[in-house]
Structures are given as structure tokens and as C-alpha cells.
């Protein structure tokens, strides 16, 4: 055809037709596939005129001369590539009624290939910068080879030609760099031939009794200092592990910089794994190649979709002047995209479905079915996890753990290291995902796979939430995080009703422990309407989560329907755990609000029941309540008594969960008491058991608790310290309920060392996160807290609707102690005014709802304190035993403190700057 080997010579280089691309001048550029063609036909007859009728049936396989315009055009953007000038063709000139084909002298002929012949990036380098220092530092050491391994598209050809084309490459001692596309090398001698090739030896002339290989290793030999870049290795193991092996012997100078899908065995080689990019890189990638809308929230999705893939960010990118991003989302597979503006069908430059279709075909068909399996899972899996999706059909769990390590080996799956040393867990990337989805569909196998996967997610989360329930193991709750995506995937996916109900409780029970709460109900009402006939037990424990879940979003009134309905369940099915659960449940719902009486009641009840099943763990959540409503009701000792009982329980049981859980009870009742150190110890403990769990949810609101005990013994440095860490830790974990608890005692702690700003701003962000998260509880108490704000701010007005629209909000709930604080809150705003008759109506109403105690006697101080104001206008004997009958109120002074806490501060705050006016016989500011 008048050139060997698929080479046509040009002017200062020449034209490889079996890689339609065209070298010249150390770079070279890829040649659209007609115009190679055209060539090729040209070519194979040189010095013959072919006529423009034979070149349509040769190349366009059409008769007719019609689309003569097509040949002119195809041959004049030919010409602008290898002529040195296109209006005087010397290689394409024109003949009779078609063109000719003339071989250029020998004598201009450039030697066939060469060094430095490294691919001409089309774009921009975008991130990278870890693994071109670690290649770099690899050579430096002296390694021999460095391998760039990784999935198809994820960058190693772009980041390999980066490294080729810097001044690092020759900063270790290389003299030159040869580049060697080897992907189409599937045999020893294609693969010797490309090297050949590259160091330039003639493929015209025979080897003369010495095989490929030898002459390349020879040649390589010769040259010295050489960095030899071998790009697409994957296709020619494993001989090509070999011949490098051979080469590297043969031409000890030589340096080895390998790109490859397949983890080759390389005596000594340094391997370079590239994972896919990173969110900002992928966003930076996508902006450098479409435009810079970086910030669009459908752009976020839809390089999420692609996992970071390079090649598959590049191809959505060529698309972004003609579909938006969100176009892109909804309507194209980015596996279905072809680079816009060129690219020919089986390059895998341009083409992701291409790119990994080529790594499936190098794949036996085991480790191709259990690639398929793997498609199931989202966010990662492990073995144990795979082997009982994908051993089907017989297939032992050593087989699938094989083909396993076989789909490693081709970077189609990716070790994800756990950092505390546990199992391993493996990663699909999104486009192969996508991919192997469609083959196990494909398949028939589908309905199987996904049954299996749900069974096991089922069964895995059964165990894995029981156990973090408890506490028995620090790993449980690490694994239901790490394994959430897969249970929430099983559970949408999932045919069998009963086994959905299963998944649908174990998230919700993840959710309880890690949040976020939204969405609980919802997840348990679409498991329901699956229809089936569940269990009596299994529809008992799906009403008693329910019951939960709306309870737990301030809603305890209507939790009451589903406790009774799991009560009766329970009974159905014999399951009396089940049955003193949801009892307790009951009355922990009426005991939120304010229904002290019917709560004990219920809880005493459930006590009964439990007792006699010695399970440690439910009977010491149901002494921990029970002695929860005790200390609410003011009897204090019985409280202490049933939280020891509790411990005993829950310490009997090995449940380490309840046994802090209790801890943190106990705390709140030395709170109460003013025993600020016993609670600050218990609260401490609690934090340990959290941080034996890991349950850094449970860990942020232990430390508010305790930042709110060391505020109330008004030690408020540490207060701070232990409140900033807890919103941290909030903010980290995703728990907006308690973030907000903890900005409203942070905010008061700032209010008590005189920042009003800051309190009000915290408050009142703590405020609409609760009205957002419809939390009427705490949104009373909020509001609360800012009335006090704005009492100190001199905005009577704004008090006053606090403590009305937070009276509001306690009535709705039916919470009589908080109604109590409400009106208190009132009668301090009256107090401030003077306005004694109203401030005294309200501390009345309030005594009525909480029955007297330490707050009462502080609105009445605050109360007298304004009487005592307006008596000194009668005298001032009237108006000194008005501020005597004041004092007598407020708490007693011990060591600085006050028995009441930050709450009372507050109190006699107010009271003191009511009666500053009136100037004491003992001084200012003195004890009563």
C-alpha cells in the first residue's frame, strides 16, 4: 500500500493509520476517521489515480458521485494536516477524474517515530497534584517502575502525558521521554513492535534473527537515561508484565512510568492509585471545560451521578452550550455520551460507556457476574455483605471473594480503608455502578440479587441495631452508618411487604441514634401501605416506632393512638416485652405533657410487667422514667431510688447505652437539687459510656447538659468551653433539635456575663430552628429566654408577647408546669413595671398550675419587690419591710451561688434592681 505497518511519511513526521492520529514535531493529534480512510485507500496505491466514483464505494461504501462537495472537503481538511503547504499538495495531489497518493522522497523522510512524541493535551490540567508529586518522588527514590492505576476515565492517560510533558520528568536524571500507546498492543509481538516503533526503529525492515523485543530492548539499552511511558498497559497482560520485566533488565537506566486498569505484577514497582476527583476538583473541571457555573445546585447532582469521573465530567462539559445541567440529570446517560465535536465509536478517549465496556470484556464470566451483584449496593460494601447478595447458583463465598479481588486488580472496584482498623470496605464508582447495573439487568438475575440484598440488609441491620441500641459494641453504631445508603436502597427497592416493614424499623431506629428525624413517620406509613398481612409482633413494633417518632417531634398527644395499637398487638402475639414497652411509651407521652399522675400510673404498670421477664435493659428504661416523673412531681428520694434501681438494671443487662442514659438522669436531679458537682461528675460519665459507643450525637448533648449544669453553678468559662464544643459536634453530626437547645443555653450564659448581643442573636436562632423543626416544647422555652432578653434590653412590649405567645404554645401542648413558667415570666415584666396587682395575678395563676417550689417563691420576691417600691411613698418603714418580706424570698447564698441556678440569677437580678432605689440600713446588695 506503499507504506509499512499502517505508516504514511509526511513532511517532518508521519501519519499512524492504525491509531488514526498523525505525529509530528513531538506531539501529535488525533485524525477523524473518513479522512484516515481516505487516506489509507490512497495510499494502498501509490502513484495510481483512484476516481472519486472508486473512493465513494471504498470509503463512504456508496455508488454514487453525487456528494462530490464531501470528497473535496474531506480531502482539503486532509491536505491542511499533512501538507507542508495545503495550496500545493505534494503527498494528495489531484488526478484524472480523482486523486493520487505520492510517496515523498527518501531523502525528506523524518525518521518514522522518535522521542518526546507526547500527547498535545486538548485542555487544560485540572487538580492532581498529590499523585504528580508522588510519581515524581517514586523516580527520585530511584524507583524502576511507577504504575498510574485506576478505573477507566479517571484520568491516569491525561495525568501520565502531564508528567511526561513537565521538567520534572528529566529533574531525576532522564535524558528523554518515549511515549507508547500500548492499549491496542493485545500480544507480546504488537507490544514490542509499539516500543520499536517508538524508539525508532524501522518496522520496514525485518528484525534479522532477533525477535521484537530483544531489538527493542537493545535499542532501549542504547539510549541511556530514557523515562519510557507505556499508556493502556492493561490490554497487553499479562506478557506485558514480562517484556517490562525483560526491558527493565535489559536497559538498567531506563525508567517505567505505566498507566493500566489492571494491577500488573511488577517486581519492585511503585503503584500510584488514582481515585476518582474530588468534589472541588470535579467542580473545577466541569467550570475549566464548560464555563464556570460551578455553582448551579443540578451541576452538584450531576457530577455526584458521575463519582468524580474525569472522563465522564469532560464528556457531560462538551454538552453544556447545548443542555443545562439540569437537562444533563434528567434526560442523558452519561454513559451514553460521545465527546461533542469528534470522536469515533471504540475510542475510549471518548466515549464512558466505551471506556468501561473495554474493562468488563477483559473480565471472565465470574467476576463479570459478581461485578454485576455489586451494582445493588450504594456508598460501599463488604465481603461479608457481597458474598450474601452475590454467591449465587452454588458459588461458594472463597469464589466470590476471588472474583473480588479480580475486579480490584482491574480498578473496577476500590478498597476503602476503614481508619480504626476494621474490615475493609469496597467501592464502585458511580459510572461503573451504572454500568454494572445495566448487565445484571441485563442478566435476569435482577429480582434474585435485589432479593438477597434485602434479606441480608434486613437481617444485618436487625443485629447491627439491637447491638447499638445497647451499646455492647463500639463498631454497631459505625457500621449502621457506614451501611445506611444500603439499607435505605433495600428498603425502596424491596418486593417482600413483611421484609420491608423489618428494613423500614431498623432506619427508623438508626434515625433515633443518628438522626435526622424528619421523614421517620413517612418512611414507616410507605412500608405499611405495601399491603401484606404482617405479624401481630411485627405490626406491634412498627406502631410502637411510630408512637416514638411522633412523641419525639412534640407531638405526645397524638403518639397515644399508636402505643395503644402496639399494646394490642403485643397482646396478640404473646409478646409481653413488646406490650411493657409501649405501656412505658404511654406514659412517658403523657408525662411530657404535664400529666405527672396518669403517667406513674402507666409506668408502675409497666414496671409490673417487665419485672417478671428479668430483660435488664427494658426494665431499667422503665425505672428511668418512672423516676424521671418522681423528681418532676418534687419527691426527690423516691427519684434517687428508682435511678439506682435503673442502674442496677441496665448494668446487669450489659446495657452500657441505658446505664448513661441513666447517669444523665441522675445529673438532672443533682441539678435540681443545686448539687452542681455530683451532676457535672454523672454528666462526665455519661460521656465516657458516649465516647466507649461512638455515638458522637449522644456525645454533643451530654455536653450540653453538662455546659448547662456548669452555667447553672455559675461557672460560666466552662460553661462556654463545654456548650461551643456540644454545637460543634451538633452542627457535624446533623442534629438541628439539640443544636437549637444548645444556642438557647449558650445564649443565656452570654446574656449572664453581660453580652446581649450575642445572646440575642443566639436565642433567637435557636428560636426559629425550633419553629422550623416543630418543637413546641422547646420553642416555649425559647421564647422564654428571650422575653428575659428583651426584659434586659428595655423592650417591655416584645417581653410581654414573649410570654404570652409562650403561654400560647405551653396551653397547646397541655403542659401545665411550662404554662407556669410562662405566667412567671409575666409577673416578672409586670414586677419591672411596678405594676404590683398584675404581677401578683400572675405568680397566683402560675402557683395554681406548679404548686409552689423555688421559681413560685422567686415571682413572688420579684412581686413584693415592686410592692415594696410603691410602699415607699406611705414611709419608709413601709417600704423597708416590703424589701425585707423580698429577701425573705430569694434562695440563700452558698459560696457565691445561688441554689437555683442560672434561672434564679435571673431572678434576683431583677428583684435587686427593683429595690436598688430603696437604700438598705446594711448596705446595698446585702444577704437577707
Not at 523516580?139 to 485506576?150: E, I, Q, T
Not at 460507556?353 to 455489586?374: M, N
Not at 445508603?485 to 433495600?490: F, Q
Request: proline fraction near 5%; charge should be neutral.
Amino acid at each position: 500500500m506503499g507504506s509499512e505497518g499502517g505508516i504514511v511519511e509526511i513532511v517532518g513526521g508521519f501519519v499512524d493509520l492504525s491509531r488514526n492520529r498523525l505525529v509530528r514535531g513531538g506531539a501529535w493529534e488525533r485524525i477523524p476517521p473518513k479522512e484516515v480512510e481516505l487516506l489509507r485507500h490512497l495510499a494502498g496505491r501509490p502513484g495510481v489515480d483512484v476516481a472519486a466514483e472508486d473512493l465513494f464505494r471504498e470509503v463512504w461504501r456508496i455508488d454514487s458521485s453525487t456528494y462530490r462537495a464531501t470528497l473535496q472537503t474531506t480531502v482539503h481538511r486532509l491536505r491542511k494536516k499533512i501538507e507542508a503547504d495545503p495550496h500545493a499538495p505534494r503527498i494528495v495531489v489531484n488526478g484524472s477524474g480523482g486523486y493520487r497518493y505520492v510517496p515523498l522522497p527518501a531523502v525528506e523522510r523524518a525518521p518514522l517515530p522518535g522521542e518526546d512524541v507526547v500527547p498535545d493535551p486538548p485542555s487544560s490540567f485540572v487538580g492532581r497534584r498529590e499523585e504528580l508529586g508522588a510519581v515524581h518522588a517514586a523516580l527520585l527514590r530511584g524507583a524502576r517502575a511507577v504504575v498510574f492505576k485506576g478505573a477507566a476515565g479517571i484520568g491516569k492517560t491525561r495525568l501520565a502525558a502531564r508528567y511526561a510533558r513537565s521538567g520534572d520528568a528529566r529533574a531525576w536524571g532522564a535524558g528523554a521521554v518515549v511515549y507508547v500507546e500500548v492499549a491496542e498492543a493485545r500480544t507480546s509481538v504488537a507490544l514490542a513492535q509499539a516500543l520499536a516503533r517508538a524508539l525508532g526503529l524501522d518496522l520496514r525492515v525485518g528484525p534479522g534473527g532477533l525477535d521484537w523485543a530483544a531489538r527493542a530492548g537493545r535499542a532501549l539499552a542504547a539510549r541511556g537515561s530514557v523515562l519510557v511511558v507505556l499508556d493502556g498497559l492493561e490490554s497487553a497482560l499479562p506478557h506485558g508484565a514480562r517484556l517490562l520485566g525483560r526491558w527493565a533488565a535489559d536497559a538498567p537506566e531506563s525508567r517505567f512510568l505505566v498507566t493500566t486498569r489492571i494491577l500488573p505484577h511488577l517486581e519492585g514497582a511503585e503503584v500510584v492509585e488514582l481515585a476518582p476527583l474530588s468534589g472541588g476538583d470535579g467542580a473545577a473541571l466541569y467550570a475549566d471545560r464548560a464555563g464556570g457555573t460551578a455553582g448551579d445546585p443540578d451541576l452538584v447532582a450531576l457530577l455526584e451521578r458521575l463519582g468524580g469521573n474525569p472522563l465522564g465530567i469532560e464528556l457531560v462539559a462538551s454538552w453544556a452550550d447545548v443542555f443545562t445541567p439540569r437537562t444533563l440529570l434528567r434526560r442523558l446517560s452519561a454513559l451514553d455520551l460521545q465527546r461533542r465535536g469528534g470522536g469515533r465509536r471504540g475510542n475510549r478517549h471518548d466515549s464512558l460507556r466505551e471506556a468501561i465496556a473495554g474493562s468488563w470484556a477483559l473480565l471472565r464470566p465470574e467476576p463479570q457476574r459478581v461485578l454485576a451483584a455489586c451494582s445493588v449496593f450504594r456508598g460501599g460494601f463488604t465481603v461479608e455483605g457481597l458474598t450474601a447478595v452475590g454467591a449465587a447458583g452454588g458459588a461458594q463465598a472463597d469464589a466470590t471473594a476471588r472474583a473480588l479481588e479480580t475486579l480490584v486488580e482491574h480498578s473496577l472496584v476500590r478498597i476503602r480503608p476503614r481508619p480504626d482498623g476494621g474490615a475493609e470496605r469496597f467501592v464502585l464508582d458511580e459510572p461503573v455502578r451504572a454500568f454494572a447495573a445495566e448487565r445484571l439487568a441485563a442478566s435476569g438475575r435482577e429480582g434474585e440479587v435485589r432479593a438477597r440484598r434485602a434479606e441480608w440488609a434486613a437481617r444485618f441491620g436487625e443485629e447491627r441495631a439491637a447491638a447499638a441500641e445497647l451499646g455492647t459494641d463500639p463498631r454497631a453504631l459505625r457500621d449502621l452508618a457506614e451501611e445506611r445508603r444500603n439499607l435505605a436502597a433495600a428498603l425502596e427497592e424491596c418486593a417482600d411487604p413483611d421484609v420491608s416493614l423489618r428494613l423500614a424499623l431498623v432506619l427508623d431506629t438508626v434515625a433515633g441514634l443518628l438522626g435526622p428525624p424528619e421523614g421517620r413517620v413517612e418512611r414507616l406509613d410507605r412500608a405499611l401501605a405495601r399491603g401484606g398481612e404482617p405479624a401481630p409482633g411485627l405490626l406491634g413494633r412498627v406502631h410502637y416506632a411510630r408512637a416514638v417518632a411522633i412523641r419525639d417531634r412534640g407531638r405526645a398527644r397524638a403518639s397515644h393512638a399508636d402505643f395503644g395499637a402496639a399494646m394490642e398487638r403485643a397482646r396478640q402475639a404473646g409478646d409481653e416485652a413488646l406490650a411493657a414497652r409501649a405501656l412505658a411509651g404511654l406514659g412517658n407521652a403523657h408525662g411530657l405533657v404535664g400529666e405527672l399522675a396518669t403517667a406513674e400510673e402507666l409506668l408502675t404498670r409497666a414496671r409490673e410487667v417487665a419485672e417478671p421477664l428479668d430483660r435488664g435493659p427494658l426494665l431499667a428504661g422503665i425505672l428511668g422514667d418512672l423516676g424521671t416523673v418522681k423528681r418532676r412531681r418534687g419527691d426527690a428520694q423516691s427519684a434517687e431510688e428508682l435511678y439506682r434501681a435503673a442502674l442496677v438494671a441496665a448494668r446487669r443487662g450489659g446495657d452500657r447505652r441505658g446505664e448513661g442514659r441513666v447517669l444523665g438522669m441522675l445529673a438532672l436531679l443533682r441539678n435540681r437539687q443545686g448539687r452542681w458537682e455530683e451532676a457535672a461528675e454523672h454528666h462526665r460519665r455519661e460521656l465516657e459510656i458516649a465516647g466507649e459507643i461512638g455515638d458522637r450525637r449522644w456525645r454533643g448533648t451530654a455536653l450540653s447538659n453538662l455546659g448547662r449544669v456548669e452555667a447553672e453553678s455559675g461557672r460560666l468559662p466552662e460553661a462556654e468551653t463545654a456548650l461551643r464544643e456540644a454545637l460543634a459536634l451538633h452542627r457535624e453530626v446533623g442534629n438541628a433539635a439539640h443544636e437549637a437547645i444548645t444556642r438557647c443555653n449558650l445564649g443565656m450564659a452570654r446574656l449572664e456575663v453581660g453580652d446581649i448581643a450575642e445572646a440575642d442573636e443566639l436565642v433567637g436562632d435557636a428560636l426559629a430552628l425550633h419553629v422550623e423543626l416543630g418543637d413546641r416544647f422547646h420553642e416555649a422555652v425559647a421564647r422564654i429566654d428571650l422575653g428575659w432578653i428583651r426584659l434586659w434590653q428595655g423592650r417591655r412590649a416584645d417581653a410581654e408577647a414573649c410570654a404570652d405567645l409562650a403561654r400560647e404554645v405551653a396551653t397547646s401542648i397541655a403542659d401545665r408546669a411550662l404554662q407556669g413558667y410562662a405566667l412567671l415570666f409575666r409577673g416578672a415584666v409586670a414586677a419591672r413595671a411596678l405594676e404590683v396587682e398584675a404581677a401578683a395575678a400572675s405568680v397566683d395563676e402560675a402557683a395554681a398550675l406548679m404548686g409552689g417550689g423555688v421559681p413560685v417563691d422567686l415571682g413572688r420576691a420579684a412581686a413584693r419587690a415592686a410592692g415594696a417600691r410603691l410602699a415607699g411613698d406611705r414611709g419608709p418603714d413601709d417600704a423597708r419591710r416590703g424589701r425585707r418580706e423580698a429577701l425573705d424570698l430569694l434562695p440563700r447564698w452558698d459560696d457565691g451561688g445561688a441554689p437555683g441556678g442560672s434561672d434564679a440569677r435571673l431572678w434576683i437580678r431583677l428583684v435587686r434592681e427593683i429595690l436598688a432605689p430603696l437604700e438598705p440600713e446594711d448596705g446595698p446588695g446585702a444577704p437577707a
